[in-house]
């Protein structure tokens, strides 16, 4: 690709959904969304099942139309317009590779089915496969690839009609642990190089924020948070984004004072809390929840007797209920009585030097920077996400 056509994919693919509803029968799919994902971002759509996400990508593939609303490509309503008007494409999770056509006739295909004459096809295809690093294995069949290898070969065919948007449905399910994180690398490197939108949905917390510049974080057919990975995972905006993505512990109580830009929390399990409030605005009496990041939860061995001093606050006594060491560090789950359970995440070597094990009384505590208020959105039921026996240190 020469450097003038990159620059101008570089401009393209920004999608906008405006007002959006889908609904089937009485199923409302998507509730009135509105959303803007800039030219050339890494988005990713993520949610539980039945949330809307396959909905959206359909939408915005033109294989679904919005009930209400609008769907804009690069400026342009693309509503009514059939899949190839449109500067998309779209790779499942199947990759749906033709068995019986060799890789570089897969990749032509589409340009086949567009009267694109054989010669100028193929050579087409040949720099496409040239992208993905698979030139090599132009004349193979896909039989004759590893999982790996066929999703590049679905990448270049998806590609080759140079999209400004490229869909990518579950691309890495259906791959071993291994080789979905080395794929989702290559997706993100390809994404780099293009220059065009990627929109990608998935179900895996941890692929989102590795790949995407955009997380969507999406209930019941509505956006909860859409912001940069980072913010998403450790500035969750509610109680039920913050149980989703993981991460953070949710903690609830009542308001009992307000102190400047500082809540003072009591909880009915006993634990009592000062959280910074600088961008809530927060009354006595009301009820509060916030979130606290497992990795600066501190946990140390108590007696069985201790006791938190009347003046501790951010500090909860618990039971060790399970230790899992997970390499870097080790999650130490925390049971307590008339509440729910919390993690911790103790890097290896600390939690080593001082280790807690299953059924030890415990002091967990963490600093006021480590905590920040949610709203109430969207966890109704959590039980629906995880199953009646919901408990966040299963997540
Ligand atoms: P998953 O992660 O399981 O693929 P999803 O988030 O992609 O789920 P969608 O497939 O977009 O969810 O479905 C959203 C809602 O719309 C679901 O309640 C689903 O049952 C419903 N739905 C989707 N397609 C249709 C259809 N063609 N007819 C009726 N209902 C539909």
């Known amino acids: 690709m020469s450097q003038n056509e990159e620059k101008s994919l570089a401009k393209n693919g920004e999608i906008e959904l405006v007002g959006v509803t889908k609904r089937f029968d009485e199923v409302v799919a998507i509730n009135d969304m509105t959303l803007k994902i800039p030219a050339g971002t890494y988005c990713c759509l993520i949610g539980p099942s039945g949330c809307g996400k396959t909905t959206i990508l359909r939408m915005i593939a033109g294989h679904d139309s919005p009930t209400e609303g609008d769907v804009r490509i690069d400026g342009r309503s693309v509503v009514g317009l059939p899949p190839v008007k449109r500067g998309t494409a779209m790779m499942f999770q199947s990759y749906a590779l033709f068995p019986h056509l060799s890789c570089v006739d897969n990749v032509a295909f589409s340009l086949k089915m567009r009267g694109m004459p054989k010669v100028e096809r193929r050579k087409k295809a040949r720099e496409m496969l040239n992208r993905v690093h698979m030139e090599q294995f132009a004349d193979r069949m896909p039989a004759e690839l590893s999982g790996g290898q066929q999703q590049r070969i679905a990448l270049a065919r998806s590609l080759v009609t140079d999209p400004h948007v490229l869909l990518l449905d579950e691309p890495l399910s259906a791959l071993d642990e291994f080789l979905r994180v080395q794929m989702r690398g ?182 006021m920077e480590a905590m920040h208020p949610l709203v109430h959105e969207g966890d109704e039921d959590m039980s629906r996400l995880f199953g009646e026996d919901f408990n966040p240190g299963t997540v």
């Open 186 to 367: 290559n997706l993100r490197q390809m994404q780099k190089e293009l220059g065009i939108t990627f929109l990608h949905v998935t179900h895996t917390q941890m692929e989102a924020i590795a790949v995407a510049d955009l997380v969507v974080v999406m209930d019941h057919g509505n956006i909860d948070q859409a912001a940069p990975a980072r913010e998403v995972y450790f500035r969750p905006r509610s109680t039920y984004v913050a149980r989703f993505m993981g991460g953070q512990n949710v903690f609830s109580g009542q308001v009992v004072a307000v102190n400047g830009k500082v809540a003072e929390i009591e909880e009915n399990a006993g634990g009592r809390f000062t959280v910074p409030v600088q961008e809530t605005a927060v009354k006595e009496g009301e009820s509060f929840s916030f979130a606290v990041r497992r990795d600066h939860v501190e946990v140390e061995k108590a007696a069985d007797d201790t006791v938190l001093k009347t003046e501790e606050t951010n500090a909860v006594l618990g039971t060790v209920g399970m230790t899992e060491y997970q390499g870097t560090w080790v999650k130490v789950t925390v049971e307590r009585e008339g509440a729910e359970s919390f993690v911790a995440y103790i890097p290896d070597e600390r939690f080593f030097a001082k280790p807690v094990a299953e059924g030890d009384r415990v002091i967990a505590r963490w600093s």
